[in-house]
């Protein structure tokens, strides 16, 4: 429908309402998908800093598992030595 059309038939401020109405439709239209694509964005750097927290808690885990078990194995290896020199 053309706007001078529609201004001929309702009348000028019916038709500037509905042309608000339109823009207004229009911008947020545009702003549902500029937010459904922040939100896609900011979902995938979580995911990605999950991911490197998980791998820097892994690693500091199987370090400190190994220190444990060196430490394990070092009171292991003082307590033959003395049941051997007894």
């Known amino acids: 429908m053309d706007l001078v059309a529609l201004i001929r038939e309702v009348g000028i401020p019916f038709a500037l309402l509905i042309a608000a109405v339109g823009v ?50 070092a009171r292991l290896e003082e307590k033959d030595g003395r049941d051997r020199e007894d």
């Open 24 to 73: 207004l439709w229009r911008s947020w239209r545009l702003e549902c998908r500029l937010r459904s694509r922040d939100e896609e964005e900011r979902r995938r750097g979580l995911l990605e800093r999950e991911n490197e927290l998980y791998s820097l808690y892994r690693e500091l885990a199987l370090r400190d598992l190994g220190n444990l078990v060196d430490r394990r194995r």
